[in-house]
């Protein structure tokens, strides 16, 4: 018998040291618990074995053969007249012979599929049956080799044990899915003891199984049902200790102790309101109220405010800032670019007007001072705002990570805003918290909806308030696919309705994957289509460059317009520059990079033209678009895509940002085709994402129930004292990477 956290080597019987070293360094899996952990990745259906003795066409086989003859055969392509691979195979059983063939474009891919099926294999293969030439086919096989010749024995063992349903695992080059089975049937029957972690009467309110029938069952299923019930225990546990170790931060987080800001008489944000052109929307009044109530509190808020693009989250948080100033503290507002920090700045002095000069003989009575910090500025250019954030006087101050310096300091920090996609890390909290009196509150924006379980799991430390809601005035905005692939000759026409927006007075951005020609890295967006081995697709021409596009531009069908470039590299003054004779219309058209993304607001802006748009996600598309149709005009956003295949997932996304304009449903969308390390953050933890079993949107019932079980076991036990094991799982994922990654959502 043997225990858990026994070394792998224990179950794996007579291996050799290099197939002993693909279980360990190949997948990852050192003891005895890593190999149970290990689950199926999914299970075919068998129906027992087939006998072959009398084959229908279009029979569903699974049968035990031995390959016998495999040949691989080269071919022309006709569609692409490019050289093409087929390999043959022919299969023994115990009745007819059976042909399996497997097509391949790469010539390394036809030799991974001879070396699968040489002559002498042995195995479960899996199909149907079809007639072609005389001779009987098993098409679109699937198969699962034994292991050598010489274990026969645990071959057939393992065939005996077949079902209707037969596990195939997670594998790494050099071992079949019967290598893990056969290793997993042996510790399956050593493990004399596995700790349960879940109570009895939990397990019993939630309908969740054991764990010894949990492991029996996800490895050796009778029915699909076995297998649900399986991976919902362990789909249920992974949950709960993940809300478990949310939950107790944000207890932990309530008992820090804040300075309530009640808001003193109002009168600075009263004023602000009463110049306000329009009304606010109910959404912004009620989410106002609820930042209003968390700010009074002597506990810290620790709010996430997500809303659609252009739905006013910044001015909900100028009203919460003028909240905090009115109580006699300071706010910060954290942008993650400088060009975003530039932009606050300009709009919130212009939307306070008189009420961003207080204590200048410009300023209203009741008004403050708004100061921008960023790390460009020169020292001469940050003395006055340093001097006036730590005396108080400015009330407002905005910024770049320049706000997290020693050098910055302030009289009463009361409220820190981090705005658009910028992750505030538990290093940026310390280094704010240690320039308050006392524990700041804090407010989070997004322009990127969260569906609600990635919020409860990503951001679970966290209180969600939504904006749905658009102000009055936001204009429809129209989107289309522009396939150069299928269409080359529409280009001229996207140039074309260009120049007719500018001759109707309005501007237009033209968004950029990168910067120049030369660059092959810089401002690109991560390439996020793979072929069939998992590689990568480069695109199939060169990427649209702001340079490069300026140019051609200029000199070509938009001449005699006026056309800048904005990018991340030019300096500072540049960059301010530019953003502001494109906000005053000197400018006409824009080619940028993604810099444009978040927070820029153009108003006369009505069109923008993304090239390569296949290059971007949805969510980054979506973000891209927001910046048209927010002054009251028509919007249009035309996506320029040389992607030749109508059905490959980059058509996809482009079809699914120009189907809807509904960031709520984009955000499901982006979140089914990206991997889930990307979505909870492996750039945080510099690996993937610690969820193992879980699915953010496919378990969201799991997760919510797991949220409520978590905040139940707190209530009645706080230290979790009559369940040592499940604190112990908590324990640990606090101390782990993956706790790292929690923290830093």
């Known amino acids: 018998m043997t225990t858990l956290d026994a070394p792998l080597a224990a179950v794996l019987g007579k291996v050799t040291p290099a197939q002993r070293k693909k279980f360990e360094e190949g997948l990852g899996l050192r003891t005895v618990g890593d190999l149970l952990q290990h689950f199926p990745r999914r299970y075919l259906e068998t129906g027992r074995l087939t006998k072959v003795g009398d084959l229908k066409v279009g029979q569903f086989l699974c049968v035990v053969g031995e390959i016998v003859d495999c040949r691989q055969h080269t071919y022309n392509d006709r569609r692409t007249g490019r050289p093409a691979y087929r390999v043959e195979a022919v299969l023994s059983t115990d009745g007819p012979r059976l042909k399996m063939t497997f097509f391949a474009k790469a ?69 079949q899915t019967w290598d893990v089975a056969r290793a997993v049937r042996a510790a399956r029957g050593q493990v004399a003891e596995i700790r349960e972690v879940l109570p009895e009467a939990l397990r019993s309110e939630y ?49 820090l102790g804040a300075t309530a800001r009640t808001g003193g008489d109002g009168a600075l944000q009263l004023a602000f309101d009463e110049r306000l052109p329009f009304t606010l929307t109910d959404g912004q009044r009620a989410v106002g109220e609820q930042i209003a109530h968390d700010l009074a509190q002597s506990h810290p808020m620790n709010r996430l405010l997500q809303g659609e693009v252009g739905s006013g989250k910044t001015l909900v948080a100028l009203r919460a800032m003028l909240r905090v100033v009115d109580s006699g503290g300071q706010a910060a507002l954290l942008a993650p670019t400088e060009v975003l920090a530039q932009q606050h700045h300009r709009s919130i002095v212009t939307m306070l007007g008189e009420l961003a000069q207080g204590g200048t003989i410009f300023g209203a009575a009741e008004g403050t001072r708004v100061d921008l910090l960023t790390g460009s500025m020169t020292k001469s250019q940050r003395t006055e705002p340093l001097l006036r954030a730590a005396s108080g006087e400015a009330g407002i101050v905005i910024g770049t990570h320049a706000l997290l310096q020693d050098q910055v300091q302030f009289a009463d920090l009361g409220l820190v805003v981090v705005d658009e996609q910028h992750r505030f890390g538990v290093e940026q909290r310390a280094a704010l918290n240690d320039k308050a009196q ?112 300026l140019q051609e531009l200029a000199s070509g069908p938009l001449s005699g317009l006026r056309v800048a470039a904005l990018h991340g590299r030019l300096p500072a003054e540049e960059k301010d ?169």
């Not at 799991?457 to 522009?482: C, H, K, M, W, Y």
């Open 107 to 175: 010539k390394h891919t036809a030799d991974w599929h001879q070396r699968r099926v040489a002559v002498g294999q042995r195995g479960v293969f899996l199909g149907r049956a079809e007639r072609f030439r005389d001779s009987w086919q098993l098409t679109n096989p699937a198969m699962t080799i034994f292991g050598q010749a010489d274990d026969e024995d645990g071959a057939e063992s393992m065939i005996d044990e077949i079902g209707d349903l037969y596990p195939i695992y997670p594998l790494t080059k050099g071992l």
């Open 438 to 549: 006392v524990p700041p509150h804090v407010l989070v924006m997004t322009a990127t909806p969260i569906p609600r379980t990635v919020a409860m799991t990503v951001f679970g430390d966290l209180e969600v308030s939504t904006l749905r809601e658009l102000p009055a005035g936001r204009a429809e905005i129209q989107t289309n696919v522009v396939p150069l692939a299928e269409q080359p000759g529409w280009i001229a026409r996207v140039w074309a309705r260009v120049r007719e927006e500018v001759e109707k007075g309005h501007q237009v951005y033209v968004v950029c994957p990168r910067i120049s020609g030369d660059d092959a890295e810089a401002d690109q967006p991560e390439v996020l289509d793979v072929d069939d081995d998992g590689d990568p697709v480069a695109p199939p021409h060169s990427l649209a460059a702001v340079d490069e596009v």
């Open 207 to 255: 309908d969740v199984v054991d764990i010894r029938t949990a492991y029996d069952w996800i490895h050796a299923p009778d029915t699909r049902e076995q297998v649900a019930k399986a991976q919902h225990r362990f789909r249920f546990e992974e949950a709960l200790v993940t809300q478990l170790v949310l939950a107790r931060r944000r207890r932990a987080h309530r008992e």
């Open 577 to 745: 520059a530019t953003m502001r004779a494109f906000a005053r219309h000197d400018v006409d058209v824009l080619v940028s990079t993604t810099v444009i993304e978040v927070g820029v607001d153009v108003g006369n802006a009505t069109t923008m033209v993304i090239l390569d748009a296949d290059r971007f996600g949805v969510s980054q598309l979506h973000q891209l678009r927001g910046r048209v149709g927010r002054g009251g005009f028509p919007g249009l956003c035309l996506l320029v895509t040389h992607a030749d295949d109508p059905l490959s997932d980059a058509r996809a996304r482009l079809d699914a940002v120009a189907s809807t304009t509904d960031g709520f449903v984009l955000s499901r969308v982006d979140l089914e085709q990206r991997r889930e390390g990307d979505v909870l953050g492996a750039s945080q933890a510099g690996r993937r994402s610690g969820l193992v079993n879980l699915r953010v949107l496919r378990d969201e019932d799991t997760i919510l129930a797991a949220r409520s079980a978590a905040d139940d076991l707190l209530d009645r036990d706080p230290q979790l004292l009559d369940a040592p094991l499940l604190a112990d799982a908590v324990t640990d994922l606090e101390r782990s990477q993956q706790g790292d990654f929690v923290d830093k959502s």
